[in-house]
């Protein structure tokens, strides 16, 4: 079965700070990542992906994610902090690259943004 | 170009009433789910579906039904609605060629 942690559910930075989420999942098979973003009162929209190929994965609005195998590791990072980038985030992890795969979500993480 | 709508947004029923929650996609797409999303849990898969008439049940399906006669429409019905099935119910799909689920707005939906 497979599984995803994420650590931290509030996490606050400064305007103009790194943001660091981090991810870490548990698959029995090598595992398909994704990152989603949730403004308030809206549906999930995908930041970035990772299926095969370069592990560190680059997405929209300026933020990427590595994958770590070793360390079974998905942190999204983004250097410099804005204040539209304050949102729920959650991690997802699925053992098939398909859209029709099923995605198994981590319990999410409020990202607020400090002037 | 609407992408996935879903109806209502808000929903207010009482415990014992069923409850139908539309979904509809205007993208052809042959993949479409069904999730609940709670405080501390995430989002929790609740049924998904191959292709019109092809559902398959999720992590948590006890208590719901699903049906699929047509590809844009995925109803998600509570056929005795509690009051642990108060939450944030979205709807997404995708293509089998595409890595990527595309979500709803969401239904928020309380029951008494």
């Known amino acids: 079965a497979q599984s995803v942690t994420q650590l931290g559910s509030h996490v606050s930075v400064s305007e103009g700070a790194l943001v660091l989420l981090r991810c870490n999942y548990s698959s029995s098979v090598p595992p398909y990542l994704f990152w989603y973003v949730q403004y308030p009162n809206q549906g999930l929209q995908l930041l970035l992906k990772?299926?095969?190929?370069?592990?560190l994965v680059k997405g929209i609005n300026g933020f990427e994610a590595e994958f770590k195998k070793s360390e079974t590791s998905f942190h999204l990072t983004k250097p410099s902090a804005h204040m539209s980038d304050a949102a729920e985030y959650f991690c997802?992890?699925?053992?098939?690259?398909?859209?029709?795969?099923?995605?198994?979500f981590g319990e999410g993480t409020q990202l607020t943004v400090n002037p | 170009d609407a992408g996935i709508t879903q109806s209502p947004r808000y929903k207010i029923t009482e415990t014992g009433r069923q409850v139908t929650l539309m979904c509809h996609q205007t993208?052809?797409?042959?993949?479409m789910f069904w999730y609940r999303q709670d405080l501390g849990h995430g989002l929790r898969l609740i049924y998904y579906s191959a292709a019109a008439d092809i559902t398959d049940k999720g992590e948590v399906s006890d208590g719901y039904v699903v049906s699929r006669s047509k590809t844009e429409n995925f109803p998600l019905t509570l056929e005795s609605a509690t009051r642990s099935q108060t939450s944030v119910y979205f709807c997404?799909?995708?293509?089998?060629?595409?890595?990527?689920?595309?979500f709803g707005p969401g239904t928020r939906l309380t029951v008494l």
């Open positions: 990772y299926t095969t190929g370069a592990t």
């Open positions: 993208w052809s797409h042959s993949y």
């Open positions: 997802a992890v699925s053992d098939d690259a398909t859209s029709g795969s099923r995605l198994t």
């Open positions: 997404a799909s995708g293509l089998v060629s595409r890595n990527e689920q595309f």
